[in-house]
């Protein structure tokens, strides 16, 4: 829809003000539904802004774990028997310097998201 359109849908269908009690009951009982719905708006993003973060420092904290353990306990390569281990662990032992590309990805982006103008809590 146009806006145009809108303004006029919201033009022809103008309520008429009533002198009647009742009327001015029904239209703050409706405010107050529309505030609830914009609490609960707001209490969404804010929730939603939460896990966003807690997943990102989750996973930051993993990742340098894991690649802490990569450099100080490297992997003989003739322990492991199994050809298919043996191949991850040789393009992840060929990789290793690259683990900190996610790691640095991923606290960019926490650090995107808590530099907002707006405060998320």
Do not use: W
């Not at 309520?15 to 609490?39: T, W, Y």
């Amino acid at each position: 829809m146009k806006n145009k359109d809108i303004e006029s849908i919201l033009r022809d269908s103008r309520p008429q003000v009533q002198d009647n009690p009742a009327f001015l009951l029904e239209v703050q009982q409706k405010m107050r539904a529309v505030e609830g719905i914009k609490n609960e708006v707001d209490r969404q993003r804010r929730y939603g802004r939460t896990a966003l973060i807690l997943a990102l420092v989750s996973g930051l904290i993993v990742g340098a774990v894991t690649m802490s353990l990569a450099y100080l306990y490297p992997i003989d390569p003739s322990a492991i028997n199994d050809s298919i281990i043996s191949d991850i662990r040789v393009i992840v032992e060929s990789y290793k310097q690259y683990l900190l590309l996610p790691i640095a990805g991923c606290a960019i982006a926490l650090g995107l998201i808590l530099g907002r103008h707006k405060a998320f809590i």
